[in-house]
């Protein structure tokens, strides 16, 4: 009989968790039997066990390109970890390794490695994440989400996949949405995220055109926790959440335009739902600059209009809306016309294909 049965890895952020549970529905049909390791206080625990998926917690350091301190002692935690977790694999005996980055992969990834299990890496950014990089050299196969990540991956090694969607982004209402916000007309809809701790420039911003946006649009904004300000709560057309997790299917749905930041599994949501967008990527000051790379792909696709941290304002994003709003049929059309199908399907046949039989 084959063995149906998959570690899953991956974490630090949501952003390395929520491709890897886009794939449980399908896998759990084809009657795998899924596992999870990931560290004992990460985001990745409590998202996973909402799953209700069996979880293995390792010990891991923090992989940085700057110095620190801890430059010197967690390189032991990533030891520690890489002996765990090939212990736990060894027990497991899985068929098969799904790796999505962050830090506590490495480790993993090593323990399959040592365990001669199959090992598929799923990479999301156009250039690879430290931890990635470290580990591809023991994969069997490295996922790309896109065209130009071939040329930083090993060719031989590396399938266009794209990224895999959670499908219930897809069942979502717009009358519930509608209802949840308390709109009471038809005007067009834009929502605005700033990623799950929201982001400051962004919500400053979209507060000062907020005016001259509620003329034509009424305006979901997703400001991250702690953000809320209370003074806006009475305005007609303008609903405000710190965060959205159960709704947030039904408000895309209702979305006519999406401003956001960059990362690599919002922007493929946005592509697959075919909703116009506004990107503001993370600037190269705080990050390593790939939310600039990924949007800047999708601008040359004409998938999204990009406006660069340092030339946001108020005059600069109500200037990018009206465009998008003039143009959203171009937009939807380019969108249409992405080879970027079927992301799941493709993941799904290459961990059949390469699992241990």
Do not use: W
């Amino acid at each position: 009989m084959s063995n149906k049965k998959i570690i899953m890895t991956g974490g630090g952020t949501a952003g390395h968790v929520t491709p890897n549970i886009a794939l449980v529905p399908k896998l759990k049909e084809l009657g795998y039997e899924i596992q999870y390791i990931g560290t004992e206080h990460g985001i990745e625990r409590k998202l996973i066990e909402a799953e209700k998926i069996k979880y293995h917690s390792i010990s891991s350091g923090k992989l940085r390109r700057y110095f620190d301190v801890k430059n010197f002692t967690d390189p032991f935690k990533v030891i520690k970890g890489v002996f765990e977790a090939k212990s736990i694999i060894k027990k497991e005996k899985p068929a098969i390794v799904f790796s999505k980055g962050g830090f506590v992969s490495v480790p993993v990834v090593l323990g399959a490695y040592f365990n001669k299990i199959p090992i598929i890496i799923h990479e999301s950014d156009i250039t690879p994440g430290l931890a990635n990089k470290i580990s591809m050299p023991y994969a069997t196969k490295i996922c790309v989400t896109f065209e130009e990540a071939m040329d930083h991956v090993n060719k031989k090694k590396a399938v266009l996949t794209g990224s895999p969607i959670r499908s219930e982004l897809f069942k979502g209402s717009k009358t519930k949405a509608k209802e949840f916000c308390k709109f009471k007309d038809d005007k067009p809809v834009i929502l605005v995220t700033g990623g799950s701790l929201g982001s400051r420039i962004i919500n400053e911003c979209v507060r000062e055109a907020l005016q001259d946006l509620l003329k034509t649009f009424n305006v979901i904004h997703l400001c991250g926790k702690g953000n809320l300000d209370k003074s806006l709560n009475v305005v007609e057309g303008y609903a405000q959440f710190d965060y959205i997790k159960e709704q947030l299917s039904d408000l895309m749905q209702l979305a006519d335009i999406v401003v956001s930041r960059a990362g690599s599994n919002t922007i493929f949501e946005l592509l697959a739902l075919k909703k116009p967008n506004i990107l503001i990527p993370l600037s190269a000051k705080a990050s390593r600059g790939d939310q600039i790379l990924n949007a800047k792909s999708f601008n040359k696709s004409g998938y999204s209009k990009v406006i660069e941290e340092e030339n946001l304002n108020a005059l600069t994003l109500l200037e990018a809306i009206d465009e998008v709003n003039r143009d959203k049929e171009t937009y939807i059309k380019n969108m249409s016309k992405s080879k970027q199908r079927d992301s799941l399907g493709k993941i799904i046949d290459l961990i059949e294909s390469c699992k241990r039989k």
